[in-house]
């Protein structure tokens, strides 16, 4: 019988971490060493490497699903204001309680100045700054660059044009942009699928590197995420149910139980779509109409635990390499956290891949980077698991709150 992923990346850590230990009373100037090392690097440029594709398709994708004018022009404006509103909520509530834990703090730091890109540095500190580098001159540049900020800006841009035009070239251009990011998805769960090799050479590296110290350092890291979602989940949202649908909560979570359960499991906000839109359709009482247009968005660009997840991760690498955030990059790392949510797709693990956008945009690149957030893999399946419920959750209280404004009677 063959184990699942989450197993396999918890074999593979633990076997990361006998051989870690051994490295680091032995040294590591051995062949085989480099060998183990090569895996995770190899595993790290792969999630890179479809970093560009995949915001630029699944943004592209996500603007051009709002497809009409009047009401739809009225739903679309209410779930864009509720999906920033609530992704903002939770990018806000990381980074309390990542300044506020500060769980990165102690660790061993390694390659900190070298981790730290002075230039971008330099180049973000005035927020007239900020927003002229969203804006790229050259746009294949940005893909090339690595510009996520860029990339971002040009992804909402085109998706916003190519959704307003109507006429069969933009069709087949939407056509081929659905297809490539089909392609894009599945070489994304091909490179997750190798996830335990890359965990095991990275986690050799790290605590060879750092030694056993770096999971207490997880494991306060992993407490900042859950304590955060937690808060989104049990308070935040059902607060938005009480305000604005004048409903009791557990009326509307035990409604979406199954979806909350299969997001859990699966953690993939796409793969429970049809189950959350059956809890939403049959228990919630919402219509097609709201259903069928505010559901399959939020799969896309409604990510609030994976919002609260990147934000609390950067500051978290931040700390451990210990170099201070200042108000105008943590103003970026909310920026970015808030449009990377938007592009990250609905797949396992997706969040990891779209932390690098934000590390990157603040200037943070290097191996030491790397080995961080390969380590924070290590224990990303459950807060993955945890965050993709959460997600789902809000993707339901949202299509509540707009059918209800909407004069539906819901329950």
Same mark, same amino acid.
């Given at each position: 019988?063959?184990?699942?992923?989450?197993?396999?990346?918890?074999?593979?850590?633990?076997?990361?971490?006998?051989?870690?230990?051994?490295?680091?009373?032995?040294?590591?100037?051995?062949?085989?060493?480099?060998?183990?090392?090569?895996?995770?690097?190899?595993?790290?440029?792969?999630?890179?490497? %479809?970093?560009?594709?995949?915001?630029?398709?699944?943004?592209?994708?996500?603007?051009?699903?709002?497809?009409?004018?009047?009401?739809?022009?009225?739903?679309?404006?209410?779930?864009?204001?509720?999906?920033?509103?609530?992704?903002?909520?939770?990018?806000?509530?990381?980074?309390? !309680?990542?300044?506020?834990?500060?769980?990165?703090?102690?660790?061993?730091?390694?390659?900190?100045?070298?981790?730290?890109? #002075?230039?971008?540095?330099?180049?973000?500190?005035?927020?007239?700054?900020?927003?002229?580098?969203?804006?790229?001159?050259?746009?294949?540049?940005? @893909?090339?660059?690595?510009?996520?900020?860029?990339?971002?800006?040009?992804?909402?841009?085109? $998706?916003?044009?190519?959704?307003?035009?109507?006429?069969?070239? /933009?069709? /087949?251009?939407?056509?081929?942009?659905?297809?490539?990011?089909?392609?894009?998805?599945?070489? *994304?769960?091909?490179?997750?699928?190798? =996830?335990?090799?890359?965990?095991?050479?990275?986690? *050799?590296?790290?605590?060879?590197?750092? $030694?056993?110290?770096?999971?207490?350092?997880?494991?306060?890291?992993?407490?900042?995420?859950? *304590?955060?979602? #937690?808060?989104?989940?049990?308070?935040? !949202?059902?607060?938005?149910?009480?305000?604005?649908?004048?409903?009791?909560?557990?009326?509307? @979570?035990?409604?979406?139980?199954?979806?909350?359960? #299969?997001? @859990?499991?699966?953690?993939? +906000?796409?793969?429970?779509?049809?189950?959350?839109?059956?809890?939403?359709?049959?228990?919630?009482?919402?219509?097609?109409?709201?259903?069928?247009?505010?559901?399959?968005? $939020? =799969?896309?660009?409604?990510?609030?635990?994976?919002?609260?997840?990147?934000?609390?991760?950067?500051?978290?690498?931040?700390?451990?390499?210990?170099?201070?955030?200042?108000? +105008?990059?943590?103003?970026? %790392?909310?920026?970015?956290?808030?449009?990377?949510?938007?592009?990250?797709?609905?797949?396992?693990?997706?969040?990891?891949?779209?932390?690098?956008?934000?590390?990157?945009?603040?200037?943070?690149?290097?191996?030491?980077?790397?080995?961080?957030?390969?380590?924070?893999?290590?224990?990303?399946?459950?807060?993955?698991? @945890?965050? #993709?419920?959460?997600?789902?959750?809000?993707?339901?209280?949202?299509?509540?709150?707009?059918?209800? /404004?909407?004069?539906?009677?819901?329950?």
């Amino acid at each position: 019988m063959k184990l699942k992923l989450h197993w396999q990346i918890i074999i593979c850590m633990v076997l990361g971490t006998f051989m870690g230990v051994y490295f680091n009373n032995t040294g590591v100037n051995s062949p085989l060493y480099t060998l183990i090392v090569l895996l995770g690097d190899v595993f790290i440029r792969l999630l890179k490497m %479809v970093i560009v594709p995949l915001i630029f398709t699944s943004i592209v994708i996500g603007i051009c699903s709002v497809k009409s004018r009047a009401k739809i022009g009225r739903l679309g404006f209410k779930t864009f204001l509720y999906y920033v509103s609530t992704s903002l909520v939770a990018i806000l509530i990381g980074l309390f !309680l990542a300044n506020t834990i500060q769980p990165g703090i102690g660790a061993t730091t390694i390659e900190s100045i070298e981790a730290f890109d #002075t230039n971008k540095l330099t180049s973000s500190t005035s927020i007239l700054d900020i927003l002229k580098r969203m804006i790229p001159i050259n746009p294949f540049k940005a @893909f090339a660059d690595g510009d996520m900020l860029g990339t971002i800006f040009f992804a909402l841009f085109f $998706g916003i044009t190519l959704g307003s035009i109507n006429s069969k070239g /933009s069709s /087949s251009v939407l056509e081929f942009i659905k297809a490539l990011y089909k392609v894009i998805m599945k070489m *994304t769960q091909i490179v997750i699928m190798l =996830a335990p090799i890359g965990v095991f050479g990275l986690i *050799t590296k790290a605590v060879s590197n750092m $030694g056993l110290s770096i999971f207490k350092e997880l494991g306060l890291y992993a407490l900042t995420i859950a *304590t955060g979602l #937690t808060i989104h989940l049990f308070i935040v !949202l059902p607060l938005i149910l009480l305000i604005f649908v004048r409903v009791n909560p557990i009326i509307h @979570f035990r409604a979406i139980a199954s979806a909350m359960v #299969t997001a @859990f499991s699966t953690s993939s +906000s796409s793969a429970t779509l049809p189950v959350t839109m059956d809890c939403v359709k049959d228990k919630v009482r919402a219509s097609d109409e709201v259903t069928s247009f505010v559901l399959p968005m $939020g =799969a896309t660009i409604n990510m609030d635990g994976t919002a609260l997840y990147e934000c609390a991760g950067v500051l978290f690498i931040a700390q451990a390499l210990g170099i201070p955030l200042d108000a +105008s990059q943590q103003f970026i %790392v909310v920026i970015t956290a808030l449009l990377a949510s938007i592009g990250a797709a609905g797949i396992p693990s997706a969040g990891l891949v779209m932390l690098f956008i934000v590390t990157d945009a603040v200037g943070l690149s290097s191996d030491a980077v790397a080995i961080w957030v390969g380590s924070m893999l290590a224990i990303d399946r459950p807060l993955d698991m @945890f965050r #993709t419920m959460v997600n789902i959750s809000s993707d339901s209280v949202g299509v509540a709150v707009i059918a209800k /404004s909407e004069g539906e009677k819901l329950y």
